[in-house]
Structures are given as C-alpha cells and as structure tokens.
C-alpha cells in the first residue's frame, strides 16, 4: 500500500505553535502565516481512525485551492500559495468560533433530526412532509459552535448574536457571504453534473476585514449528490449515488460504530482503505473536471518540509 501522510512534526523559523488538528497539522509562523499541511487522517464522528487514506490530503488540499481561487471574487480568502500538493500557505486570522452551515437538502444529521420528529434546526423551522434527501424551497443555515475539542454543537443564529459569539453586523455579513459562496459552487457543481447538498464554511478576520478561511467544497467540509439520477432515486426511495465522506460514516455505521463510549473502531483492511482513496480522487476528477496526478507518496515528509521551506525563504 502506499505511503500515507499521518502526522508532522516540523520546526520552521519564526514558528510559534503548531496546532494538529483531526486531519490537518496548522503550523503558526511569527502570527502573520499559517502553514496548513493537510494529512491522510481520516475522521468520523468526531473521532480519528487508526489508518490513513493514502492521496485523501491532497485531493483535499488541491480542491480547497481551486475553489477558493474561484471565489474569491465573492469574499477575500487567506490563500497566500500552495508550495506542495498536501500544503497552503495563508494569512493567519482569527478565526469565528462558528461554523456556517450551510444545507440545500434533507440528508445527513438534518435528515436523521427531521426523521426523530424535531421540526426546527438551529433556529430554522422546518416544513412538515419532506422524505430523505428533498431539496428545500431556499438553501438553510444550520450554524454550529466550533468546539476546540469534542462535537461542535448546533446554535441558532439569535443565540450566536446574544451570546456575543459574533456581533450582529459580522453575523450578517457571514451569512451573506455563506450563501453567495454556496450559490456559486451550486453553479459549479451543476456544471459537472453534481449537485452541491450542503457544506461548511469558516471565516477569520485580520484587520478588521472578513476573510474566508481554511477548506472549502471538499468531501470532508461538503456533500455531493450525482445530478443523473437524483429524481428517480427521490421518487422511488433509494439512497442517492454521492461522493462525499457519509459513504465512510455509513460504513462504520454499519459496523457498529457511531463514536459512543464503549464503541470499537471496526477493523480498516487494506481494500477498504484503497476504496476509500479511490473515491475521494473520483471526487477531485468530477467537481474539478482534471485528471488527478498522484503526487510522490515517497519520503512524504522530506518533500513537505522542503517544499515549505524554500518556499518560507522567499517570503
């Protein structure tokens, strides 16, 4: 199998802190940049699984690129360059202590609330009626707390304002942005044939100016549905043909797994870990429309730590 990339432990100049994070290592260079090495982790439930997915950090990385790049005429983002496959380099900001959510259908943890009988989320009343899967009349924002460690947990957006999480001017300036943004990958996506179903997005602020942080329309931060076939799937009840990470979810799920105490990881073989690989650059290839060039996997690390070296040098 080939080599995957689960955890760095480099020492830059200038560098602060470095923050590992489930599936990416965030390394503080003097408060002006973050590096953002993206690894092979995987997560789910909010826990980490114990195999890498060799090729997942940069089909990551390169999609979050790409898509920041085609936004960024919507909002300013904190890409400064991507001087490797697996790394971006961009502005440190202070992130929100929110992540804007973002749902244009029923599914996921909205589907699994709607169908225990709760009719509102985060705030947003819900229409009575709907089946798994149903595009909602007008995209909903479903708000979560981004918790440092454990599960983010769902808030509305009045609770986000009282509590002075974010102010109401930032707030609605978020929100703005979280739907122009979505709008514009909604747009892209139908372009290949997919249909973006819901994601996240994160956003910072450095002198006083709102920046779009961090990944965006990834399959860990996002869900997609083929667009051939969505109808008659909705209509006869079956599960939609999608390229996202619930694929890994139900699997676990499956197993026995849902992240609960007591719980055991299943075993991760190595076709299941190949399998895995091979969706995520399925992934990359149709909501980018290039043909994905696997990266050297050999001495990972040493590329890495070159790469962002020299590129650090040149600052």
């Keep these: 199998m080939s080599e995957a990339l689960t955890r760095t432990d480099f020492n830059f100049p200038g560098q602060k802190s470095v923050y590992h994070g489930k599936v990416r290592d965030v390394y503080n260079i003097s408060n ?143 929100e703005r942005y979280t739907r122009e943004v979505f709008r514009r990958g909604t747009v892209i996506a139908a372009e290949m044939g997919l249909i973006l179903v819901d994601t996240k997005y994160e956003f910072g602020k450095k002198d006083g100016k709102i920046y779009l942080i961090d990944e965006i329309h990834t399959p860990d931060s996002s869900r997609y549905f083929y667009a051939q076939g969505y109808e008659d799937r909705l209509a006869k009840g079956e599960g939609q043909k999608q390229l996202s990470k619930e694929f890994v979810r139900q699997w676990l799920i499956e197993n026995g797994f849902q992240g609960k105490e007591g719980q055991v990881i299943p075993e991760m073989d190595e076709a299941f870990v190949l399998s895995v690989s091979e969706r995520y650059i399925e992934l990359f290839e149709n909501i980018t429309g290039d043909k994905f060039v696997k990266s050297d996997l050999t001495n990972i690390q040493e590329r890495i730590e070159t790469n962002i070296q020299n590129f650090l040098n040149n600052l």
């Design 32 to 174: 002006e940049y973050l590096v953002m090495v993206v690894s092979d982790r995987i997560s789910a439930f909010d826990v980490v699984l114990p195999k890498g997915i060799p090729y997942k950090g940069q089909v990551l990385n390169q999609i979050a690129a790409k898509f920041l790049d085609a936004t960024s005429d919507i909002v300013p983002n904190w890409k400064v360059a991507t001087p490797d496959p697996n790394v971006t380099v961009g502005l440190h900001c202070e992130p929100f202590k929110v992540e804007m959510v973002i749902r244009g259908y029923l599914t996921g943890h909205a589907w699994r609330e709607y169908r225990s009988g709760k009719r509102m989320l985060c705030g947003v009343a819900l229409p009575d009626g709907m089946v798994e899967n149903q595009k909602f009349p007008e995209p909903i924002i479903t708000p979560t707390t981004k918790a440092s460690e454990g599960h983010d947990e769902d808030i509305s957006r009045e609770e986000i304002i009282a509590q002075g999480i974010v102010s109401k001017d930032d707030y609605e300036a978020l």
